[in-house]
Nanobody, 118 residues
């Protein structure tokens, strides 16, 4: 599975961005996809995730009500709509896919920078 993120950039506080993560390869094995972020000097944290079958979603408390994760299965693409952005949302955002084939394998994208100016 290969993951390619896009859509990061610089935005003012209160603005919006939409991230995309395009998956290719053995995508039919993907059980769950998610967005993680890592700010300088901090650990990588889960932002939002979505289950492949059923579309159940999960969000970090810090982004609930502001971010929305979605997935277009026909395009094998996951999105993260980020509204009301805050300076503390500044981080590198990574796409993650969890594939279940015998065991569990995590795949990661290269990351995309999101910078929110105050």
């Amino acid at each position: 599975v290969q993951l390619v993120e896009s859509g990061g950039g610089l935005v003012q506080a209160g603005g919006s961005l939409r991230l995309s993560c395009a998956a290719s390869g053995s995508t039919f094995h993907i059980n769950r996809m998610g967005w993680y972020r890592q700010a300088p000097g901090k650990q990588r944290e889960l932002v939002a995730s979505i289950i492949s079958v059923g579309g159940s979603t999960n969000y970090a408390d810090s982004v609930k009500g502001r971010f929305t994760v979605s997935r277009d299965n026909a395009k094998n693409t996951m999105y993260l709509q980020m509204n009301s952005l805050k300076p503390e949302d500044t981080a590198v955002y990574y796409c993650n896919a969890v594939a279940v084939v015998g065991g569990i394998t995590n795949y990661w994208g290269q990351g995309t920078q999101v910078t929110v100016s105050s």
